[in-house]
């Protein structure tokens, strides 16, 4: 770290998807329908003065052998309706919701957004998703999916035409494409930001390009120091092909957090919320993920199935199966051999981790540690009980980080672009 000035931290609020983050054993636990729960957390979020409140979208049940599994499943209200609600009872908090490009039509996107940023005076945020997944697309008219390797042309070339429709409301967006093939006029103004800020989520090569292009903010999975800093650097250096600044892209991992009165006290909670996300069920699941065939009879306290997985399994439908389900078994094995794990032992240590576990001080460091040291710009925090979780973090690791100097103690602007220090984009 150089003599630079201090970074100032950027944190936005994950709406948990109902899946097995969420501690639903816990009395503190709420619904995930009901508006109050989405008005609780984004409320806590604008007390904690944060960028913005950000919701997922699962456009389908999950299934795992034609059964949706009851402690994961992808599924809640229409992302942008919740968001429009929200806008009435909150006043400077970013909004920010998860839309695939895959299965919607630029037009009827850059309207939705457009109207969200209008109604909020400045703060909507699109979060660019696609799929490449036919059993989500069984959903849809045209039964549609797109090859993976076709899924970010699409996207690239609908992000690039709702921009068009967001400056379009004098001369009308003309466009000829691959994808598309358009001409007409936004039915209401330009919206305030310009352009409602774009969010993209992607680690491939591909995803990092596209975000380099056309994001404002990159929602990525990075959760370790080294990691961080790795990816921080590769898409930062991307930028300048496209002439933008290295700020023009704020970079913002996902993130847990566990806090107890100590480090010690935080550990063991953590443990204690780790072995509550995993259930006998869910590690089933997630073992049925890698093999291939149901697994129901097997036993979570047992070691793993001793048999290769089935490479070319239909079992699962709308997750995303692992590479090489094969070689990931052998590491997992490996995994399970060396610390003597039973299936749900390794599966907790696997995928039960918190990013962020001590005391409020600890973690405070632990944040400004990475952003200082440009391993992130920020994050983006997933509570673990919902839609509660998030208020301890902004009762007692906020005032710590603001007396760092390094987060925000009042908005100093009205829109979500001034809040992560972007610039209103010029007319096309």
Not at 164 to 187: I, N, T
Not at 293 to 314: E, M
Not at 372 to 383: E, T, Y
């Amino acid at each position: 770290m150089t003599d630079r000035p201090l970074k100032q931290i950027h944190l936005a609020a994950h709406f948990p998807g109902v899946n097995n983050t969420t501690v639903w054993s816990d009395p503190a636990a709420g619904s995930h329908i009901e508006f109050d729960s989405f008005r609780h957390l984004a409320q806590t979020a604008e007390r904690g003065k944060f960028d913005f409140f950000f919701l997922a979208e699962g456009l389908r049940l999950r299934e795992t052998n034609g059964r949706i599994h009851d402690l994961d499943v992808v599924g809640r209200p229409e992302s942008i309706t919740v968001l429009n609600a929200l806008a009435a009872v909150t006043e400077r908090l970013g909004l920010a919701a998860t839309v695939n490009a895959t299965f919607n039509e630029p037009y009827e996107l850059a309207r939705r957004f457009a109207t969200l940023d209008h109604l909020s005076g400045g703060r909507a945020a699109w979060n660019v998703v696609t799929s490449s997944d036919a059993f989500t697309g069984e959903n849809f008219r045209r039964g549609g999916y797109l090859d993976r390797a076709d899924r970010y042309t699409r996207a690239a070339e609908f992000v690039e035409l709702a921009r068009e429709f967001w400056d379009a409301d004098e001369d009308g967006a003309r466009h000829s494409g691959p994808q598309f093939e358009v001409e007409g006029r936004l039915s209401l103004p330009r919206p305030p930001q310009g352009h409602p800020v774009v969010i993209q989520a992607g680690d491939s090569d591909e995803g990092r390009e596209f975000a380099a292009a056309h994001a404002d903010v990159i929602f990525s999975r990075h959760s370790t120091l080294a990691e961080g800093q790795a990816f921080h650097t590769d898409v930062k250096r991307r930028l300048a092909a496209y002439g933008r600044k290295p700020d023009e892209l704020k970079i913002l991992p996902g993130a847990t957090f566990v806090l107890g009165d100590t480090d010690a006290d935080a550990a063991e909670i953590a443990a204690e919320v780790r072995r509550a996300q995993v259930s006998p069920q869910t590690a089933i699941n997630f073992l049925e993920q890698v093999w291939g065939v149901d697994l129901s009879d097997h036993d979570p306290d047992g070691p793993l199935p001793a048999f290769d997985p089935d490479p070319d399994s239909a079992l699962i439908q709308g997750r995303v199966r692992h590479a090489d389900p094969v070689a990931t078994a052998e590491r997992w094995r490996a995994v399970a051999a060396e610390k003597k794990l039973t299936s749900r032992e390794l599966v907790i240590e696997l995928t039960g981790r918190q990013s962020f576990v001590g005391s409020p001080a600890t973690v405070a460091e632990r944040i400004n540690h990475f952003v200082q040291n440009d391993a992130s710009d920020g994050f983006i925090l997933v509570p673990h009980i919902t839609p509660g979780g998030l208020d301890e973090f902004v009762d007692r690791v906020v005032p710590l980080l603001q007396e760092r100097g390094v987060f925000r103690t009042e908005y100093t602007g009205s829109t979500l672009r001034d809040h992560l220090g972007l610039p209103v984009p010029g007319r096309r």
